[in-house]
């Protein structure tokens, strides 16, 4: 039975086994092989980092399987080269269950009030003086109960169009892209109002965008339009990004191993047999990690 070096300590192996598999280089820098921590986080983790700037974010695609999706045989296998990566891996996961586990319909309800920036276009159909274009400004939602007495969204956009201040009432027909989606935009549409007579007169329509949050985007799960897309629009760049986001994956095997079990190479100090099968004598050497 191989045993290990005892001029390497590798203190907990499993532990750093786990260290090194969540991210590339800490079992190292845990069982204090800090130079070899430092090479394998700046290379494996820059490369993996390379691939996913080059793929906009969006390189690493989990099974669909895992969180209740059909199984996509592609996505897995490519999946499985990155899964060593650990954090973004596990990330991944979290995310694509999230996905799954969520209504993807538009909603037209909220739970709480809603101010974010806003970019899109309006068309006023009643009003005179201003014309229908492009509106950048402040958006603020929040539920409200409609006309007919069920749930609804209601705000206000306050913003400039072609330079001109605008400030409209948002109500009747409200509809948000759903949270959770790889796009960092949400879709937004809805009406114009005016209120007369305790009603709400539609004016005219908005529709447009709001940025979504970090944690609602990152790393969430490609349908496969998007995927198409995105292929589309970064051709030969997307297969490249993809590629290296693989390697960087399978290098951190090698890692993990390396942590586990040291070093998988000699120390020079070995006795080396001569043609009588004598040993013959060598000079000594200093260990590396």
């Given at each position: 039975?191989?045993?290990?070096?005892?001029?390497?300590?590798?203190?907990?192996?499993?532990?750093?086994?786990?260290?090194?598999?969540?991210?590339?280089?800490?079992?190292?820098?845990?069982?204090?092989?800090?130079?070899?921590?430092?090479?394998?986080?700046?290379?494996?983790?820059?490369?993996?980092?390379?691939?996913?700037?080059?793929?906009?974010?969006?390189?690493?695609?989990?099974?669909?399987?895992?969180?209740?999706?059909?199984?996509?045989?592609?996505?897995?296998?490519?999946?499985?080269?990155?899964?060593?990566?650990?954090?973004?891996?596990?990330?991944?996961?979290?995310?694509?269950?999230?996905?799954?586990?969520?209504?993807?319909?538009?909603?037209?309800?909220?739970?709480?009030?809603?101010?974010?920036?806003?970019?899109?276009?309006?068309?006023?159909?009643?009003?005179?003086?201003?014309q229908a274009g492009p509106v950048v400004g402040t958006l603020s939602i929040e539920p409200s109960a409609n006309q007919f007495g069920g749930a609804g969204i209601r705000g206000r956009i306050q913003g400039t169009m072609d330079g001109t201040p605008v400030d409209y009432l948002i109500g009747g027909s409200v509809a948000l892209e759903a949270p959770l989606n790889s796009d960092t935009e949400r879709g937004f549409s809805g009406q114009l109002i005016v209120e007369e007579g305790g009603r709400d007169v539609p004016i005219g329509t908005i529709s447009g965008s709001v940025p979504r949050s970090f944690s609602s985007h990152f790393m969430m799960p490609l349908t496969d339009q998007q995927e198409q897309n995105l292929h589309a629009r970064l051709g030969k760049k997307h297969e490249l990004a993809m590629v290296l986001t693989w390697i960087a994956g399978l290098l951190n095997i090698l890692v993990i191993w390396d942590a586990i079990d040291g070093p998988a190479y000699g120390y020079g100090d070995e006795e080396e047999s001569t043609a009588d099968g004598n040993a013959a004598p060598s000079e000594p050497a200093a260990a590396s990690a």
């Open positions: 039975m191989d045993m290990v070096d005892p001029r390497i300590q590798l203190k907990n192996r499993a532990l750093a086994g786990v260290l090194a598999f969540l991210i590339p280089g800490a079992g190292h820098l845990y069982q204090g092989r800090t130079f070899k921590a430092a090479v394998y986080f700046v290379c494996i983790v820059g490369l993996f980092f390379t691939g996913m700037a080059m793929a906009e974010w969006k390189a690493v695609q989990p099974p669909g399987s895992w969180a209740g999706a059909p199984i996509d045989r592609g996505r897995t296998l490519k999946f499985a080269a990155q899964a060593s990566l650990g954090i973004p891996a596990l990330t991944s996961l979290v995310q694509a269950r999230r996905y799954y586990g969520s209504n993807q319909e538009q909603v037209r309800t909220l739970d709480g009030s809603l101010t974010t920036a806003f970019q899109g276009g309006l068309e006023v159909t009643r009003e005179s003086g201003l």
